[in-house]
């Protein structure tokens, strides 16, 4: 129960802590280097859901071990398959 409460608590002072930088940039003359790096930091943080994706669902992501599969496979070996095509990566088909 304590887990969820902590996350949502430090979410939500670092949302505080990041409007203030904002606030402090657009209203405040004399705002300076660190309200400027914690306003970027956070937007910056703010796109890095949306471009990350577990390697597993990636669609076209390449299996671990793919440079030993591939070397088996040019000894006659198993194909590397993708992650993104039905299976498991790197599976046998």
Request: glycine share 20%; net charge positive.
């Amino acid at each position: 129960m304590a887990g969820p409460i902590v996350r949502r608590g430090v979410a939500l002072g670092l949302g505080a802590l990041w409007w203030w930088a904002v606030a402090r940039l657009v209203l405040t003359p004399d705002a300076g280097a660190l309200e400027g790096a914690v306003a970027a930091g956070g937007w910056g943080l703010s796109l890095l859901p949306v471009h990350c994706v577990p390697k597993a669902r990636a669609v076209g992501a390449l299996a671990a071990g793919r440079w030993r599969e591939a070397w088996r496979v040019g000894r006659g070996g198993a194909e590397v398959g993708l992650a993104g095509e039905g299976g498991r990566a790197g599976v046998d088909r």
